[in-house]
């Protein structure tokens, strides 16, 4: 937010004109015992510089890590300082939103290139725009491929779903009268094809399976996608790191109907959180029931390339019991970046990129297998991430990490009983031989440590 500063005199002319002798007069109609009567707890006025120099000794107080080897969802990528840079060109920047074309041509035309990227990547005919993240893409689709469906009111989801994703989906689908969700469960790290074989019956909308799944492992998506279109569902990718694109099949020609997921990898980064871009990518013969909305090229009356939204098929635009989505804002930035982000790597620097991803994670798994007290969990393949089982101490690991200013993987111990003392490590391009060596080093000496602690009791 922007601080607008105002001279005394400034303030006193916009009281007099409202014809008001205070400030606090105009918050008489807020009962009294609930406006505060005193001065704000804040330290006092001081430069600029100051403030600059107190906020980084609160920054300071943050651990700081040197190399990270946490993904489950939010991916540490090389961001190349060029997409910063081409994102503040105003080409690319209106002055309304995308519904009046003519003054619009620089966001439709950079969200059209992001549905064109999309489509390549997953090998489907139609992507929208506007969805938040990779959770609440999740929610869209599955209402989609119901109101595809039409009669059909169950949802399969995988349990190597994304955890986040699978609560996302139990919060907003549930609610629905009528609708179901049913966990297909896991074997060796991906769907249990027996189990999902039992639960495909006739009421089944769809099939969503990780693609990676959230453990790392490389589902057989053709072989999911065989099995619900011969129950006449519709088989569902989701891709919560989609830097596997430039490493995978995609997904459309494995005989996936719709692809959806997290495409924040693509020339964003984590900042802390977020914002993320969720994507979607559908047949053609399904895009009447895509949320969001569809940015189509076309030709004005003197044959000039323009950009204009197709499908809107949000509530402000039609009917709201027609509406397919209350996706209310578009996330355009995140989008613009990927758009470039892709543009720049192009498809053999994006299968590179992938390929360094697939090689570090290999030489790490390779090296943490090393030791004693580290096995794999699962046989199958996988791309950037995989699951260990751990005999240590998971606090003490944990803490001699961050005193190495390493970021150890994810313990897997909240979210299943059968993961109970695993880690899910993930490594990209940033993560040097040097830094891997160093975890390997710092993870050789926790067991001595935890002896010791033991001894010391």
Same mark, same amino acid.
């Given at each position: ?333 995140? $989008? ?7 543009? @720049? *790597?192009?498809?053999?620097? %994006?299968? !590179? &990129? =992938? ?78 031989? $040097? ?7 710092? @993870? *050789?000496?926790?067991?001595? %440590?935890? !002896? &010791? =602690?033991?001894?010391?009791?």
């Amino acid at each position: 937010m922007r601080y607008l500063p105002s001279a005394p005199s400034e303030d006193r002319a916009l009281l007099d004109a409202i014809g008001v002798g205070r400030a606090e007069d105009l918050l008489q109609g807020i009962p009294a015992p609930l406006r505060l009567d005193r001065e704000l707890d804040l330290p006092g006025q001081q430069s600029e510089q100051e403030v600059l120099q107190q906020m980084a000794a609160l920054a300071a107080m943050n651990t700081q890590f040197h190399s990270r080897f946490l993904g489950a969802g939010a991916y540490d990528h090389f961001v190349p300082a060029a997409v910063d840079q081409m994102i503040s060109r105003q080409e690319w920047f209106t002055a309304y939103t995308p519904y009046q074309p003519e003054i619009s041509q620089g966001t439709l035309q950079h969200i059209f290139e992001y549905q064109t990227l999309t489509c390549d990547l997953t090998g489907l005919e139609v992507a929208n725009a506007s969805l938040y993240d990779g959770a609440s893409a999740c929610v869209e689709t599955a209402l989609m491929a119901v109101r595809l469906q039409k009669k059909r009111k169950t949802i399969l989801i995988s349990a190597g779903l994304h955890p986040h994703y699978q609560e996302a989906l139990c919060t907003n689908i549930t609610p629905h009268e009528g609708l179901q969700l049913v966990l297909v469960q896991l074997k060796d790290g991906v769907t249990d094809m027996d189990d999902l074989a039992a639960k495909l019956n006739g009421d089944v909308a769809a099939v969503m399976v990780g693609y990676p799944n959230f453990l790392g492992c490389v589902e057989d998506l053709k072989a999911i996608s065989d099995a619900a279109h011969a129950a006449g569902a519709l088989a569902v990718s989701v891709t919560q790191e989609a830097l596997a694109f430039g490493w995978l099949e995609a997904p459309g020609k494995l005989g996936a109907d719709m692809a959806t997921g997290e495409a924040m990898s693509f020339g964003n980064k984590l900042n802390f959180g977020g914002p993320y871009l969720g994507f979607l990518a559908v047949k053609d013969s399904q895009k009447r029931e895509i949320p969001g909305r569809v940015v189509g090229q076309t030709r004005d009356l003197d044959g000039q390339v323009g950009y204009v939204l197709t499908l809107t098929a949000r509530e402000q635009h039609i009917r709201r019991d027609k509406a397919t989505s209350n996706i209310c804002s578009n996330q355009g930035l995140v $989008a613009l970046r990927a758009n470039i982000f892709l543009q @720049l *790597a192009g498809p053999e620097g %994006l299968k !590179g &990129l =992938a390929l360094q991803n697939v090689a570090k994670a290999q030489y790490l798994q390779a090296r943490l297998l090393e030791l004693p007290d580290f096995s794999a969990k699962f046989s199958a393949p996988f791309f950037n991430e995989f699951v260990t089982c751990y005999k240590g101490d998971m606090k003490t690991l944990q803490a001699e990490c961050a005193k190495a200013g390493i970021l150890p993987g994810l313990d897997l111990t909240p979210y299943a009983a059968d993961l109970k003392n695993c880690i899910l490590w993930c490594a990209t391009e940033l993560n040097s031989r $040097a830094q891997i060596e160093q975890l390997v080093e710092v @993870l *050789a000496r926790v067991p001595s %440590l935890v !002896g &010791l =602690a033991g001894v010391a009791k």
